[in-house]
């Protein structure tokens, strides 16, 4: 079962910067480099968004377009870990992100438990 953990959320103050990781693990058959990789956020009271993704080999990205300019997604297929790399973050950045990977087949997406990201004005 594919585990993510997600990591480096926190308080930050408005055009502050953080990196969010998400290590993954318990592949059988498929590495890590099969799945392509997403970061969603969920705020309080809304439903959850897409924020960004990659490709198996990182060779293209997507972002919402809230984020554009402002966040990078990256992948390292060797340390089994996406990043999104937060700058120029605003109070309507708040909130909980999850990572997702998607199989290879298409038809399961895992998440993690999600890290709390909080920016104050």
């Known amino acids: 079962q594919v585990q993510l953990v997600e990591s480096g959320g926190g308080l930050v103050q408005a055009g502050g910067s953080l990196r969010l990781s998400c290590v993954a693990s318990g592949f059988t058959g498929f590495t890590f480099s099969s799945y392509a990789m997403s970061w969603y956020r969920q705020a309080p009271g809304k439903e959850r968004e897409l924020v960004a993704r990659?490709?198996?080999?990182?060779?293209?990205?997507n972002y919402a377009d809230s984020v554009k300019g402002r966040f990078t997604i990256s992948r390292d297929n060797v340390q089994n870990t996406v990043y999104l790399q937060m700058t120029s973050l605003k109070t309507e950045d708040t909130a909980v992100y999850y990572c997702?990977?998607?199989?290879?087949?298409?038809?399961?997406?895992?998440w993690g438990q999600g890290t709390q990201v909080t920016v104050s004005s």
């Open positions: 997702s990977a998607r199989s290879p087949s298409g038809l399961v997406n895992y």
């Open positions: 990659i490709t198996i080999t990182g060779g293209r990205t």
